[in-house]
């Protein structure tokens, strides 16, 4: 794993790298339930969820680059990425994290190499919760965030419908170490009349 983690590179996804980042996750949408997107997308379709996704802040993208490809341009090995949880204002400080790699680069240590690169980016952000949705069964999903300290909070189950079957969806959370958060919780008490 040593040597992969010299080769490749890590950095913000960037809209050159749009074909490439539905060509992976299209993958996932055609051939497996771990996601539960049943239409594929087109790179068109795919810019605004790349745009929603700048260089700072809390929602990030990451690329894994291999840069020894044949005709020397970078070949997009995976993608990890750090989204809103919910949308109403409350949840700002928690984002919903996921990593999708190339068919052949699963099992190299990227999926490892890219949570890195996002968690060290995290921590200069004021996000206090990661959480994970893994549709079950995925043992590697599960292995990966057990390494990175989620715990399972519960299982949504028969959640989802794709290819005529129900699946169950796990939940992982992740206490975050903000560099930059409060360092303590307001008191709920002196909300209540």
Do not use: C
């Not at 995976?78 to 999708?100: C, D, I, L, M, N």
Request: charged residues 25%.
């Amino acid at each position: 794993m040593s040597q992969i983690r010299t080769e490749v590179q890590v950095r913000p996804g960037a809209e050159a790298d749009l074909q490439p980042l539905t060509d992976i996750y299209n993958h996932y949408v055609r051939e497996t339930a771990l996601t539960f997107d049943t239409a594929t997308f087109t790179p068109e379709e795919r810019l605004p969820w790349l745009r929603s996704h700048p260089e700072d802040g809390p929602h990030r993208l990451l690329v894994a680059l291999d840069p020894n490809t044949r005709d020397r341009a970078p070949h997009v090995l995976g993608y990890a990425t750090s989204s809103p949880y919910r949308p109403k204002a409350a949840y700002g400080t928690s984002v919903e994290v996921s990593v999708y790699l190339t068919p052949g680069a699963t099992g190299r240590g990227i999926g490892t190499l890219l949570y890195e690169a996002l968690f060290e980016a995290l921590a200069e952000e004021d996000i206090h919760r990661a959480y994970a949705a893994i549709a079950q069964p995925n043992e590697p999903s599960v292995r990966l965030h057990d390494a990175f300290g989620f715990r399972h909070v519960g299982t949504y189950t028969e959640v989802g419908r794709k290819f005529g079957r129900y699946w169950d969806v796990s939940w992982y959370e992740k206490a975050l170490l903000s560099r930059t958060a409060p360092t303590s919780s307001p008191d709920p008490s002196r909300n209540r009349r």
